[in-house]
């Protein structure tokens, strides 16, 4: 599941990624952080959710507020194991989105472009 949530990310249109302290990576699109994978084990796995999806989430064992990031609505997956890899997907690709649709017009439109090319 690491592995491929890792490809998932990085295969999204406009995506650009950054390594930071503590072996992790970080996925951004429009320079906005959607994404972040601990490169060591466990392996967790945090990233943005809908108000809607963030309390189910935290009620589910396993899944935490992330520390400093919990009331923009960020979820931590403690292990990689916690969540099947296609319900994993799901939650990525909505956090991509949710962090889409507040660049400016003109990235949302550019990206939308590739996104459809590359389809």
């Given at each position: 599941?690491?592995?491929?949530?890792?490809?998932?990310?990085?295969?999204?249109?406009?995506?650009?990624?950054?390594?930071?302290?503590?072996?992790?990576?970080?996925f951004?699109?429009g320079?906005?952080?959607?994404?972040?994978?601990?490169?060591?084990?466990?392996?967790?796995?945090?990233?943005?959710?809908?108000?809607?999806?963030?309390?189910?989430?935290?009620?589910?064992?396993?899944?935490?507020?992330?520390?400093?990031?919990?009331?923009?609505?960020w979820?931590?997956?403690?292990?990689?194991?916690?969540?099947?890899?296609?319900?994993?997907?799901?939650?990525?690709?909505?956090?991509?989105?949710?962090?889409?649709?507040?660049?400016?017009?003109?990235?949302?439109?550019?990206?939308r472009?590739?996104?459809?090319?590359?389809?």
């Amino acid at each position: 599941m690491f592995d491929n949530a890792l490809d998932f990310c990085q295969s999204l249109p406009a995506v650009t990624t950054e390594k930071k302290w503590d072996n992790e990576l970080r996925f951004f699109v429009g320079e906005k952080l959607f994404c972040m994978i601990s490169l060591d084990p466990p392996y967790r796995v945090s990233f943005k959710c809908s108000t809607s999806h963030y309390h189910k989430l935290i009620a589910r064992p396993g899944i935490i507020p992330m520390p400093h990031l919990a009331r923009y609505h960020w979820v931590q997956l403690k292990q990689q194991d916690i969540m099947p890899g296609a319900e994993l997907e799901q939650f990525l690709h909505e956090a991509y989105d949710l962090i889409l649709e507040t660049l400016p017009p003109y990235e949302q439109e550019a990206i939308r472009k590739q996104r459809s090319i590359s389809a």
